[in-house]
């Protein structure tokens, strides 16, 4: 499972690159109305990709200390046998 990880991350992250390419955008030319009021609508696709960003960071943590900081510790024989 975890062996898949990078190529389903790579799928993932060309899905959200085709979709955020193939959104709606505004019109090139504003009128008069908008022309007076500006909104940052932008930032509501920086916010969703900084929490999927916080969302990987947290999912890698989690698999790192899993996978590589609990490992078993087996344990070791008193004395040998002879």
Known sequence: MI???GIGSVLFAGLITVILVVLPREPKVPTIEESV??????????YLM????????????VAYLSD????????KPIRRLR
């Open 37 to 46: 009021t500006i909104f940052d609508y932008g930032i509501i696709y920086r």
């Open 68 to 75: 590589h900081m609990m490992m078993p510790i087996y344990a």
């Open 3 to 5: 062996r898949y990880a």
């Open 50 to 61: 900084i929490a999927g960003c916080a969302l990987f960071i947290i999912i890698g943590l």
